[in-house]
């Protein structure tokens, strides 16, 4: 459960200090202390280095060029980063290597792995996820995007809902029935296409914080090639279940160093309030503090896992259940602590969409009532908590299935 930082470890934690010392400013606060363009034009900067440096993806093998990191050498990573306010990558990689990335270098052929590892690493290709549809969102087996094989290639035909930055994504792995007669988990294949032919159309969906980050998708005979389907015709379930474990699951470990960092500003805003003092306030900020400690533990058990040789599975479920519905607590707190102000937020908003706000960031009420509005949507996407409860009973407690 608990790491052992051993010499050899602290050695590297140096050699990472060293890394963030080299290159960041002398007067550098914190991605969170920074806005608009310049914040942009920061991350992809940033990236590049990393890219350079091979800290893009830290933990993927060498030869694939990756940084060949064990996993006890990604937490120290993390916990740097953290402590130095900087992202790990740039705000499409979650899908392009954390996502697509690790899932070719398991399923992959190498034909595949060689034309688009380095254009993931490089960040040439930007990915986005094709798996929801209007009637197969939590059932995702029950998908209907049909592909029909016309000589070497795929022609779709469909619809996906839910896509995440996929107005901004060129590419997107998707899900599709190319085979419509077998069981429904059984006639799906996974497949890599190219977003830029004329048939697909992206239809931005506004979200209730007032932005725009999922997408409708729509395929009118769009073409795929003929080997753009990893992990063999029909096998896509497979695929895209190994897919979900990375999603959910993989960051278990350094997940829980940006939540007790968020956690750690809200105890400022309650200070910096005079309600550290309320009875009723410190009592719930006890209480998230004891979830934070135990996603970390969580996320020690997950390291152990990774120590192993083992890639994550349902397990990831636990995870993924415990974060999102932590974050909807936390957050509801942050508005009972900044009051009425909640209603007329002023200041910084949150950046993303899908995670805690910026280490650096100010403590605006926009910040918290963004972050607040974006943590509803975290007990649904990658799988509803219902359906993380389905997977943990039947898959990891193995417990029977609810009579149909």
Request: charged share 20%.
């Amino acid at each position: 459960m608990q790491p052992t930082y051993t010499a050899e470890a602290e050695a590297y934690r140096q050699k990472v200090q060293a890394f963030l010392a080299e290159h960041l400013p002398t007067n550098w606060r914190g991605v969170g202390g920074l806005e608009g363009e310049a914040l942009t034009e920061f991350v992809k900067q940033w990236r590049t280095t990393l890219y350079h440096a091979g800290y893009i993806a830290p933990g993927w093998p060498a030869a694939y060029g990756g940084g060949g990191l064990s996993a006890l050498e990604q937490v120290i990573l993390a916990e740097e980063f953290v402590k130095a306010g900087v992202p790990s990558g740039g705000p499409n990689d979650q899908f392009n290597i954390g996502m697509l990335g690790n899932t070719l270098l398991q399923w992959g052929s190498e034909e595949q792995k060689q034309h688009y590892i380095p254009r993931i690493l490089s960040g040439e290709d930007t990915w986005c996820q094709g798996y929801s549809e209007p009637n197969a969102g939590s059932d995702l087996g029950s998908l209907a995007l049909k592909a029909t094989l016309d000589g070497d290639q795929w022609i779709l035909n469909g619809q996906k809902i839910w896509t995440s930055a996929g107005h901004l994504a060129d590419h997107i792995f998707t899900l599709a029935r190319t085979n419509p007669d077998a069981p429904k988990h059984k006639g799906i294949s996974f497949m890599l296409v190219d977003m830029r032919q004329p048939g697909i159309e992206v239809r931005p969906i506004k979200m209730i914080s007032g932005e725009s980050e999922f997408n409708e998708v729509f395929y009118t005979d769009a073409v795929v090639p003929r080997d753009n389907i990893v992990g063999g015709l029909n096998n896509g379930w497979a695929v895209a279940m190994t897919l979900l474990g990375f999603e959910r699951g993989e960051a278990a470990a350094t997940t829980p160093v940006r939540f007790r960092a968020e956690l750690d500003r809200l105890i400022d805003l309650a200070r910096a309030r005079g309600l550290d003092q309320d009875p009723v306030i410190r009592q719930r900020l006890a209480a998230c503090y004891s979830k934070v400690q135990c996603m970390r533990f969580l996320g020690m058990r997950t390291l152990t896992g990774f120590l192993a040789g083992k890639h994550p599975g349902p397990e990831g479920g636990i995870f993924k259940l415990f974060w999102s519905e932590y974050h909807k607590v936390v957050t509801e707190l942050s508005l009972d602590i900044l009051g009425a102000e909640a209603m007329t937020p002023t200041g910084r908003p949150p950046s993303s969409a899908f995670s805690t706000d910026d280490m650096g960031a100010p403590n605006s009420s926009a910040s918290w009532e963004g972050t607040f509005l974006n943590a509803r949507a975290g007990t649904i996407y990658a799988g509803s908590s219902e359906i993380q409860r389905n997977i943990i009973g039947e898959m990891v407690l193995g417990l029977p299935k609810e009579p149909r």
